[in-house]
């Protein structure tokens, strides 16, 4: 295996593990690590490695994920509520996902619908 794809799944394990230990100190510190924007340079760097260096199959990925941001938004605000609620970590996280999903959902509805797609 190459050395590329393997230092992102590293970094993304350091990240997991810091956010562990760094909760424990600080919630909002621990939360500023789990959103940082780690995973996007990683899956930039992946894709790109396994392309060789491809800039406009770089630039397609990071199409997407710029699509992807406004879902995710989503799934972040429905996760909040569910929690500011008082539900059990399960339900915010389905709860999260639901939104997530149907958040995409509408997003390639909406591409489709306006000929973008």
Do not use: C, E, H
């Amino acid at each position: 295996m190459k050395w590329q794809a393997v230092v992102p799944v590293v970094i993304s394990i350091l990240v997991i593990i810091a956010v562990a230990v760094v909760q424990r100190y600080s919630k909002m510190v621990a939360a500023i690590t789990a959103t940082m924007p780690l995973n996007i340079p990683l899956s930039l760097w992946v894709v790109a490695a396994a392309n060789g260096g491809d800039r406009p199959g770089t630039a397609r990925f990071s199409d997407g994920l710029l699509l992807g941001i406004g879902p995710t938004v989503v799934f972040v605000v429905a996760a909040w509520l569910a929690a500011r609620a008082g539900w059990r970590v399960a339900a915010v996280i389905g709860t999260g996902y639901a939104a997530w999903g149907l958040a995409l959902i509408a997003l390639f509805g909406a591409r489709r619908w306006l000929g973008l797609s």
